[in-house]
């Protein structure tokens, strides 16, 4: 299992390998009750209102809108750069 981001950021992003489970396999009841608390620590409010996903949000949103703002004169420039 590998692990390429951390706990903030928006997107959980683990590689797992398949491997044969050991003959002696035996669950730990502690790690079940760390992974649901896990899963189960945010509702959706509480998880969307996190300061640092709700400032990431926001600089995407404003990204967004900057995108949307510039994209008309973008267009424009093009057209006028191949269509003399």
């Not at 509702?43 to 967004?64: D, E, F, H, T």
């Amino acid at each position: 299992v590998k692990k390429f981001t951390d706990e903030a950021h928006p997107d959980i992003q683990i590689l797992f390998r398949k491997t044969a489970v050991p003959i002696d396999f035996k669950a730990d009841p502690a790690e079940a009750e760390r992974t649901s608390s896990a899963i189960h620590r945010y509702n959706w409010l509480s998880y969307n209102l996190r300061p640092n996903y709700l400032a990431r949000r926001l600089c995407k949103l404003g990204s967004y809108a900057g995108e949307y703002v510039k994209a008309d004169g973008f267009v424009k420039s093009l057209e006028e750069r191949f269509n003399p």
